[in-house]
């Protein structure tokens, strides 16, 4: 059984709330637009990371996650990347990855728009957490948490805290 927290969009801000928010989790998983390896050092300081870079992350920061992160975990694959769109509106790279496999879970970033849904064509869960950070158009901070345990997954939580543009929130 794991316990997995699923972030995206931070851009260089990580809330303090989301530490208590991922206090229980096992590991996390970031969708990319990171903003800064100082971020992925305090996340990785704080939890086992997977994840991948994102449109804003600089030469650094994609040196150190791929632009396409597939793994196997609990049972399902999971295939996660920054621009994914969501289920009748792939990206063209997440199309690519259909063809080669269809994960069980694809999760994605980059629309600062929370969307969690089943994509009944492919049979699989769609997970966009949304922006968790205080750059872009959303006023919700928002981020998952969620219970992965032989081939099911439950528990689903959302966090969510409003945004005050630039400044400490």
Same mark, same amino acid.
């Given at each position: 059984?794991?316990?997995?927290?699923?972030?995206?969009?931070?851009?260089?801000?990580?809330?303090?709330?989301?530490?208590?928010?991922?206090?229980?989790?096992?590991?996390?998983?970031?969708?990319?637009?990171?903003?800064?390896?100082?971020? !992925? %050092?305090?996340?990785?300081?704080? %939890?086992?990371?997977?994840?991948?870079?994102?449109? !804003?992350?600089?030469?650094?920061? @994609?040196?150190?996650?791929?632009?396409?992160?597939?793994?196997?975990?609990?049972?399902?694959?999971?295939?996660?990347?920054?621009?994914?769109?969501?289920?009748?509106?792939?990206?063209?790279?997440? %199309?690519?990855?259909?063809?080669?496999?269809?994960?069980?879970?694809?999760?994605?970033?980059?629309?600062? !728009?929370?969307?969690?849904?089943?994509?009944? &064509?492919?049979?699989?869960?769609?997970?966009?957490?949304?922006?968790?950070?205080?750059?872009?158009?959303?006023?919700?901070?928002?981020?998952?948490?969620?219970?992965?345990? @032989? &081939?099911?997954?439950?528990?689903?939580?959302?966090?969510?805290?409003?945004? !005050?543009?630039?400044?400490?929130?």
């Amino acid at each position: 059984m794991k316990r997995v927290g699923i972030l995206s969009d931070t851009h260089g801000y990580l809330h303090p709330y989301l530490f208590t928010f991922f206090k229980d989790c096992d590991e996390l998983w970031h969708a990319g637009d990171w903003g800064n390896l100082e971020t !992925i %050092k305090q996340l990785e300081a704080f %939890k086992p990371v997977r994840g991948v870079w994102g449109n !804003i992350d600089d030469r650094a920061v @994609r040196m150190h996650y791929p632009e396409i992160n597939s793994f196997e975990i609990e049972g399902f694959s999971v295939c996660m990347l920054h621009i994914g769109g969501y289920p009748g509106s792939y990206s063209p790279k997440f %199309k690519q990855q259909l063809q080669h496999k269809i994960p069980d879970i694809m999760v994605c970033g980059h629309s600062h !728009i929370l969307k969690v849904m089943k994509d009944p &064509k492919n049979s699989l869960m769609h997970f966009n957490p949304g922006a968790a950070g205080k750059k872009g158009f959303h006023q919700v901070c928002t981020a998952l948490r969620l219970t992965l345990d @032989r &081939k099911k997954m439950f528990e689903m939580e959302v966090w969510e805290h409003k945004r !005050i543009a630039d400044a400490t929130i």
